[in-house]
């Protein structure tokens, strides 16, 4: 069995096993988070495009009534 030798440390064991795996868990891929997949993006568009209709809708209120009309009618419904 080979054996490895590392240089002599005052610090102790703790502390060096400690300040290698600080190194080791710090050095992150820049590519860290995979990029979306076409189904993914096609998701968030279609997502984003029901937030913006929905809030055009609620615009279009003349009051504070028929606002609360048009959200009590969205809340019901299961599609908008």
């Given at each position: 069995m080979n054996t490895?030798?590392?240089?002599?440390?005052?610090r102790g064991i703790f502390?060096?096993?400690?300040?290698?795996?600080?190194?080791?868990?710090?050095k992150r891929p820049?590519?860290?988070a995979p990029k979306?997949?076409?189904?993914?993006r096609f998701d968030r568009?279609?997502?984003r495009r029901q937030q913006r209709d929905r809030e055009a809708y609620l615009e279009g209120s003349r009051d504070i009534f028929e606002l609360?009309?048009?959200i009590r009618e969205l809340e019901r419904?299961?599609?908008?």
């Open positions: 490895t030798s590392y240089p002599d440390d005052d502390t060096l096993l400690a300040t290698l795996m600080h190194g080791a868990l710090s820049e590519s860290a979306p997949g076409m189904l993914e568009w279609a997502a609360e009309r048009r419904r299961p599609y908008y």
